[in-house]
T-cell receptor
Framework: GGIITQTPKFLIGQEGQKLTLKCQQN?????MYWYRQDSGKGLRLIYYSITENDLQKGDLSEGYDASREKKSSFSLTVTSAQKNEMAVFLCASSIGGLQDTQYFGPGTRLLVL | DAKTTQPDSMESTEGETVHLPCSHA???????IYWYRQVPLQGPEYVTHGLQQNTTNSMAFLAIASDRKSSTLILPHVSLRDAAVYHC????????????FGKGTLLTVTP
């Protein structure tokens, strides 16, 4: 088995601030994902990466940057936090290839004051 | 548009066997049926998945209709720890890596 670790668990930011969220996995999975989950809504894909140094935009990439410098880690940057924004950011990973099971981390909860 | 339909909520008592239904009438031939569950303050947890045949693992039994237009997740002898929102989703992989979650079914388990 393996585990996905997300840091920090809670993040409070100021409007306009650049905020970085980190994700680590020890599954040795090739593909990693960042999703956003808003209260009462489903998941929306922000970015994914199918291998080290690869980046693919999802449906919600505007306002975010991502970085995959190592196979085991995938970071997400909120380029300019929006006032009163509140969401959960979920990192996931999968072996790679078609129809692979995605395993999720516990999430980072963001609140922008 | 959601490709799966699930009841908003279901209730059960500890020790019961729970049947969670999911309708996916427009499922494509290459789409797998995945089930995840999620509790507050946690990320989604993988439960099981299948394509055509029924599948079983330590968590649940997945029954898939012969026409694949519906499936049922069967949780034997539920405990309080099984209380969660259960999501039935379709995943075709390919160039579309994203998982699309709907509202799911909120399963309540009482002692």
């Amino acid at each position: 088995g393996g585990i996905i670790t997300q840091t920090p668990k809670f993040l409070i930011g100021q409007e306009g601030q650049k905020l970085t969220l980190k994700c680590q996995q020890n599954f040795n999975h090739d593909t990693m994902y960042w999703y956003r989950q808003d209260s009462g809504k489903g998941l929306r894909l922000i970015y994914y990466s199918i291998t080290e140094n690869d980046l693919q935009k999802g449906d919600l990439s505007e306002g975010y940057d991502a970085s995959r410098e190592k196979k085991s880690s995938f970071s997400l940057t909120v380029t300019s936090a929006q006032k009163n924004e509140m969401a959960v950011f979920l990192c996931a990973s999968s072996i790679g290839g078609l129809q692979d099971t995605q395993y999720f981390g516990p999430g980072t909860r963001l609140l922008v004051l | 548009d959601a490709k799966t339909t699930q009841p908003d909520s279901m209730e059960s008592t500890e020790g019961e066997t729970v049947h969670l239904p999911c309708s996916h009438a427009t499922i494509s031939g290459n789409e797998y049926i995945y089930w995840y569950r999620q509790v507050p303050l946690q990320g989604p947890e993988y439960v099981t998945h299948g394509l055509q045949q029924n599948t079983t693992n330590s968590m649940a039994f997945l029954a898939i209709a012969s026409d694949r237009k519906s499936s049922t997740l069967i949780l034997p002898h539920v405990s309080l720890r099984d209380a969660a929102v259960y999501h039935c989703i379709l995943n075709s992989g390919g160039s579309n890596y994203k998982l699309t979650f709907g509202k799911g079914t909120l399963l309540t388990v009482t002692p």
